[in-house]
């Protein structure tokens, strides 16, 4: 009855009374959470061999690098083989016509001097043109063997043109016996430097 009483006082005041909790009202614990459940073979497995591929495929670019960067420089050496190859064949080229002129000016000199040789032979000192066709043809090829290098044939033209200018002063003095050794003395320094010149010259020949 003292419950109904104070219920009826509580209405009376107009306040409302407080339900009083429940087991069922009250709140709800919050559950702990959970710690992270440990991978399982197959998801270690998969890690495994996804690591597998991703190392795999870092290996393959890795080598089909190095193989790009082999066959680049394979490239470029062989570039570079070729130009040489074609520059040493441009030289040899040269070489080569360079020792046909010096062999075809070397067989007209000493023709002229035989032509000068006849002549005094006879007692004709008019020397003096098959001379100059002489020097002018030994010249040309002094200068084709100066300018492959040919030192040897180089020096035995230059002596066999000093010959002929000794050649003339004896023909102006009407030395005919000393002209005539002049000229056969010039003729052996062209023999050997005709066969010097037979011989085919390589690029880098420098000595003969």
Known sequence: MNGWLALSLTLLLGQTPTPSATPDDRPLVEPAPQQGQPPTVEELERTARELEVKQLRAEVEFLQAQLEAQQQA???????????????????????????????????????????????????????????YARQDLSEALASAAETGRGQTVRLIESALGRLATLEESVEQRDIYQARLELQAAGFELTEAWRLSLQRQGATLVNQ
């Not at 074609?86 to 035989?114: F, H, K």
């Open 74 to 132: 394979d490239q470029n050496r062989l570039q570079n083989l070729e130009q040489q190859e074609a520059t040493e064949n441009a030289r040899a080229q040269a070489l080569e016509e360079l020792r046909q002129q010096r062999l075809a000016r070397l067989r007209s000199g000493y023709q002229w001097m035989v032509t000068a040789d006849q002549l005094l032979e006879e007692g004709d000192f008019s020397v003096g043109p098959a001379l100059a």
